[in-house]
């Protein structure tokens, strides 16, 4: 693995624009970096996907773990949601897609740094506009890439849990462009796999007295939401989920994926596997020399704080009431000044891809830069 | 339980059964799309709840006039009040 320099196309931010993709600066800064790539080898992609379906295999026996002992209070979930937890867990209401944050630096095994289960985005990049980029500059390599593919094959199995006539609503923030990018992508492949999909912004979700309801007064089945379940449970509709009376995708299992108190509670079923670092809900011992104190409900690297010998980083923001956990420190590598993580992607629980993105900073952030990366089947790159 | 009532249950969870068997019958249903679901569409067992419609008589339910009516305008806003309010939607 490593890290290139790499010469932009001509118009470049026009190409880009054409995909649709018009926020690769964000916030005054550059969001989509193509004077860089990220080198890997065909033995490291097949590491990271093995890593990748292993994974997500312990997750899945974590939210078990969790559902059959009711750990309601330890997860931060308000007891009253267990019953519908559980319901949509047993019922196995289907996922389409979420995101394991990795360090990897091509030498060791990935170490899972967290997993961003309920509303992952840096999904169009990965899955298309990075593709673009290497059809035009690395024709004859290969990524790590079938999120496209397996996002359409994802749809078609939520249609067949479905009448064909069924609607998919997909609320999301339409100020935020990235979000809204996510969402219209989610629906563009449902609509590839023969779903209807109507969008509504998250504030205009509707509730008649009996159902979730559109702006035009249409009951809501299935909602594929960009907003995260441990905030619509505190909030003035989230009793109504609790009727049933709609499909969520995410579903509301997800909810002990995407909360951090997962990272002990892997540990704690599967204590050195080679892929988890050491995490707790109190600090100990175990953690060594340097850790990282996250917020349970944490978003966006807010609220992270990374301590060691003569090493020191926080990020502000707004989240850490409900509490935190601690994990054992483990370095992001760092190629030309640049931290650089791997988010990999899971699309209806299997391995799908890969997007690089890179910070100065060791936390990583909603607007740390996404970087292509390719492999070269069959050799190093 | 009065054989009214019975029936009418029985009929709603049957449509619903029906439904969730029979592809053929379900496109005949989409043209009624308010009908089409009265709980979760991933839930397969039988509906016996009230079945829950946007306001107006249910063609499958003869005694939905008499259950609580749905206000004619939705109720809006009760989803969002986090993000809106730290300038941050919570996708990451």
């Known amino acids: 693995m490593r890290r290139e320099a790499a010469t932009p196309r001509p118009g470049w931010q026009q190409k880009l624009e054409q995909l649709g993709f018009d926020y690769y600066n964000m916030d005054g800064k550059a969001y989509w970096t193509e004077q860089a790539c990220y080198a890997f080898t065909s033995d490291e992609i097949d590491q990271l996907e093995a890593t990748t379906e292993e994974l997500h295999g312990l997750c899945l026996k974590a939210v078990e773990y969790v559902v059959a002992n009711k750990l309601w209070q330890r997860m931060r979930i308000p007891p009253a949601w267990g019953d519908y937890i559980e319901q949509v867990w047993r019922r196995a209401d289907p996922t389409i897609c979420g995101r394991f944050d990795f360090a990897y630096d091509g030498t060791g095994p990935p170490k899972l740094l967290e997993y961003n289960a309920d509303t992952p985005t840096a999904l169009y990049e990965a899955a298309v506009v990075q593709w673009h980029w290497l059809k035009d500059v690395k024709p004859d390599a290969d990524q790590f890439n079938s999120i496209h593919e397996k996002l359409i094959e994802a749809w078609r199995g939520v249609l067949a849990k479905l009448p064909p006539e069924a609607l998919v609503h997909f609320a999301r923030f339409e100020d935020h462009p990235e979000d809204l990018a996510t969402s219209e992508y989610l629906r563009d492949t449902a609509l590839q796999a023969g779903l209807a999909g109507k969008p509504i912004a998250v504030p205009r979700v509707g509730w008649n007295g009996r159902r979730f309801t559109d702006t035009d007064e249409m009951p809501i089945q299935v909602m594929s939401k960009l907003y995260p379940w441990e905030w619509m449970v505190r909030e003035e509709f989230g009793a109504h989920v609790l009727t049933d009376t709609t499909a969520f995708i995410e579903p509301a299992w997800k909810m002990i994926l995407s909360n951090k108190m997962l990272l002990p509670l892997l540990w704690e079923g599967f204590p050195g596997h080679a892929n988890l670092l050491p995490a707790f809900d109190t600090q100990h011992a175990d953690l060594g020399s340097a850790f990282v104190k996250k917020p349970i409900f944490g978003r966006e690297g807010h609220n992270v704080t990374i301590v060691g010998p003569g090493l020191f980083d926080t990020a502000a923001g707004d989240y850490g009431s409900e509490g935190y956990v601690w994990q054992a420190y483990q370095p992001l590598p760092v190629f030309d000044g640049n931290h650089a993580v791997v988010g990999s992607w899971v699309i209806a629980g299997r391995p799908a891809g890969i997007g690089m993105r890179e910070d100065e900073r060791r936390i990583t952030h909603n607007n740390s830069r996404f970087v292509p990366h390719y492999f070269e089947p069959g050799g190093s790159p | ?92």
């Open chain 2, 1 to 92: 339980m009065s054989r009214g009532i019975k029936l009418v249950l029985m009929g709603v969870a049957g449509a619903a059964l029906l439904y969730s068997c029979s592809p053929g019958i379900g496109s005949g249903l989409g043209a009624l799309p308010y009908l089409w679901f009265l709980t979760n569409p991933f839930y397969r067992g039988p509906a016996v709840s009230a079945p829950a419609t946007t306001p107006g008589p249910s063609a499958t339910n003869p005694d939905a006039s008499k259950a609580t009516p749905a206000p004619s305008q939705s109720q809006r806003g009760g989803f969002g009040g986090t993000g809106s309010q730290g300038g941050s939607s919570g996708a990451s």
